[in-house]
């Protein structure tokens, strides 16, 4: 979407009749996205997204050391929210003819979706590690808990066999 607010302001650089047709074209393409595509996709993935939080219980680990990369996840989901909503106001602003920012500023502002996704993977990927770490380290524990039990059932067989080797005799 950022990109098509990018060539509509870039549009009003041509000539009177050429950038008319442009932004005119550009208009149609920006209508049948936002309200065809992004709106839509917008309300499905929040109702989905819902549904899978509570219905799936989610929600219940959401606070605890567990939940926290869910935590952060759903902190960027509601920052692309904020960030859908600003490009509703330039989308506004646009079909309205005004057009506020300069074609830079709509490529900076273009990048920072990717910036929101990139650091929710990010995070991901952290909280996949860290539980992996947690994993490896109850294993560990599990293991030399599972040694020392070993261990103390082979010394009371031993016990058991001398106490009965001593009774024979």
Request: some cysteine; glycine content about 4%; aromatic content about 12%.
């Amino acid at each position: 979407m950022p990109r098509l607010f990018i060539y509509a302001t870039e549009a009003g650089e041509k000539g009177e009749t050429e950038k008319k047709i442009l932004r005119n074209q550009f208009a149609v393409m920006m209508k049948r996205l936002w309200y065809g595509i992004t709106w839509p996709s917008a309300v499905i993935t929040l109702i989905l997204g819902l549904s899978v939080l509570f219905h799936g219980g989610w929600y219940k680990t959401l606070f605890e050391p567990a939940g926290t990369w869910l935590l952060v996840k759903l902190v960027f989901v509601l920052l692309l929210y904020v960030y859908h909503i600003s490009l509703h106001c330039i989308f506004k602003q646009e079909m309205s003819g005004l057009y506020k920012y300069s074609s830079n500023q709509l490529r900076i502002w273009n990048e920072v979706a990717t910036v929101f996704l990139e650091r929710e993977v990010e995070a991901k990927e952290r909280a996949r590690s860290a539980a992996a770490r947690q994993n490896e380290q109850k294993t560990n524990k599990s293991d030399v808990s599972s040694t020392k039990d070993e261990h103390t059932r082979n010394i009371r067989r031993r016990q058991n066999i001398a106490s009965e080797i001593d009774t024979e005799i």
